[in-house]
C-alpha cells in the first residue's frame, strides 16, 4: 500500500512539473527572424521569398526605390508561414527611409487574393508628405495607428526622424489590444466589440467585410515600395 502511494505520489509530482513545464514554454519568447536567418519566411500566397527582401548587417531589409503614392505597385509582402498567431505579444525594431511607408500585419489569412487584416502603420511621419505632393498625413494613417481604425495618442508619441531605429510592440488578447512605440503605450481596444464594429462600419473598411474576420493567422511585413529595416523579431503566446 505504501509502495502505491509512494508512486502515485511520483506520479502526481511529474504530471504538474509537466504541465509548469508546458506552460512556461507556451509563454517564452522565440525569434521569427534573429539576424541570422530566413526561415518561414516567404510571400503572402507564394513559396518562396520575393526579390528585394534579404538579410543586410543583421537586418531584414527590403531593398527598392522609394516611390510616392502615385505610382504605388507593392506586391512583395512576406509572412512568416511556419506557424499562425491567435493572441500574442509581438516584439521588434524597425527602421525606413525619408518618405516611406510599411506595416505589420496579423491574424494575416491568404484565403484571399488581397491582404485585408489588422496592421500597425509604419510610416514616416516627418517627411512622407513632402514625397507625396504635400497630401496631409491623417491621424489614423501615422506610425503607431490601428490603420483606418483607432488613432494613436499623440501626446505621448515618440517620432524619430527616418533612418532611426524604432521599437514596436503590439499585445493581442481578445479582451484588449495594445499597440505600443517606442516604450510607450500609444493606443488600446477591444477587438470585435460594439465600437470595434462601428468604427469598421464607418471608415475605410466599411465595404471590406472580411476585415477583422479572423481570429488567428500569420505575421505580415508590408512591402509599400519602400525600403525598410527589421530586426529581433520575436513573438510570445499568450
Same mark, same amino acid.
Given at each position: 500500500?505504501?509502495?502505491?502511494?509512494?508512486?502515485?505520489?511520483?506520479?502526481?509530482?511529474?504530471?504538474?512539473?509537466?504541465?509548469?513545464?508546458?506552460?512556461?514554454?507556451?509563454?517564452?519568447?522565440?525569434?521569427?527572424?534573429?539576424? !541570422?536567418?530566413?526561415?518561414?519566411?516567404?510571400?503572402?500566397?507564394?513559396?518562396?521569398?520575393?526579390?528585394?527582401?534579404?538579410?543586410?548587417?543583421?537586418?531584414?531589409?527590403?531593398?527598392?526605390?522609394?516611390?510616392?503614392?502615385?505610382?504605388?505597385?507593392?506586391?512583395?509582402?512576406?509572412?512568416?508561414?511556419?506557424?499562425?498567431?491567435?493572441? #500574442?505579444?509581438?516584439?521588434?525594431?524597425?527602421?525606413?527611409?525619408?518618405?516611406?511607408?510599411?506595416?505589420?500585419?496579423?491574424?494575416?489569412?491568404?484565403?484571399?487574393?488581397?491582404?485585408?487584416?489588422?496592421?500597425?502603420?509604419?510610416?514616416?511621419?516627418?517627411?512622407?508628405?513632402?514625397?507625396?505632393?504635400?497630401?496631409?498625413?491623417?491621424?489614423?494613417?501615422?506610425?503607431?495607428?490601428?490603420?483606418?481604425?483607432?488613432?494613436?495618442?499623440? !501626446?505621448?508619441?515618440?517620432?524619430?526622424?527616418?533612418?532611426?531605429?524604432?521599437?514596436?510592440?503590439?499585445?493581442?488578447?481578445?479582451?484588449?489590444?495594445?499597440?505600443?512605440?517606442?516604450?510607450?503605450?500609444?493606443?488600446? #481596444?477591444?477587438?470585435?466589440?460594439?465600437?470595434?464594429?462601428?468604427?469598421?462600419?464607418?471608415?475605410?473598411?466599411?465595404?471590406?467585410?472580411?476585415?477583422?474576420? #479572423?481570429?488567428?493567422?500569420?505575421?505580415?511585413?508590408?512591402?509599400?515600395?519602400?525600403?525598410?529595416?527589421?530586426?529581433?523579431?520575436?513573438?510570445?503566446?499568450?
Amino acid at each position: 500500500m505504501k509502495n502505491i502511494k509512494k508512486i502515485l505520489g511520483i506520479s502526481t509530482l511529474l504530471f504538474w512539473l509537466l504541465i509548469g513545464c508546458q506552460k512556461k514554454n507556451h509563454s517564452e519568447w522565440f525569434y521569427l527572424f534573429d539576424g !541570422t536567418s530566413l526561415d518561414g519566411w516567404r510571400a503572402f500566397n507564394g513559396v518562396e521569398l520575393p526579390s528585394g527582401w534579404s538579410i543586410k548587417e543583421g537586418s531584414l531589409t527590403f531593398n527598392t526605390k522609394l516611390k510616392n503614392e502615385a505610382n504605388y505597385k507593392g506586391g512583395k509582402t512576406i509572412i512568416y508561414a511556419l506557424e499562425e498567431f491567435e493572441n #500574442f505579444e509581438l516584439f521588434l525594431e524597425w527602421k525606413i527611409s525619408e518618405g516611406g511607408n510599411s506595416g505589420v500585419f496579423y491574424h494575416l489569412n491568404e484565403e484571399f487574393e488581397d491582404i485585408i487584416a489588422p496592421e500597425y502603420q509604419l510610416i514616416d511621419d516627418l517627411k512622407w508628405s513632402e514625397y507625396n505632393n504635400n497630401i496631409t498625413l491623417k491621424e489614423w494613417q501615422k506610425t503607431g495607428a490601428d490603420y483606418a481604425m483607432h488613432t494613436p495618442d499623440t !501626446t505621448k508619441k515618440i517620432v524619430k526622424p527616418a533612418g532611426e531605429w524604432n521599437t514596436t510592440k503590439i499585445v493581442f488578447t481578445p479582451e484588449r489590444v495594445e499597440y505600443w512605440h517606442n516604450g510607450v503605450k500609444l493606443l488600446s #481596444f477591444v477587438p470585435w466589440s460594439e465600437d470595434w464594429y462601428e468604427r469598421k462600419s464607418k471608415g475605410k473598411w466599411k465595404d471590406s467585410p472580411n476585415y477583422g474576420k #479572423f481570429k488567428s493567422g500569420y505575421i505580415g511585413l508590408q512591402d509599400h515600395d519602400s525600403p525598410i529595416w527589421f530586426k529581433n523579431i520575436k513573438i510570445k503566446k499568450l
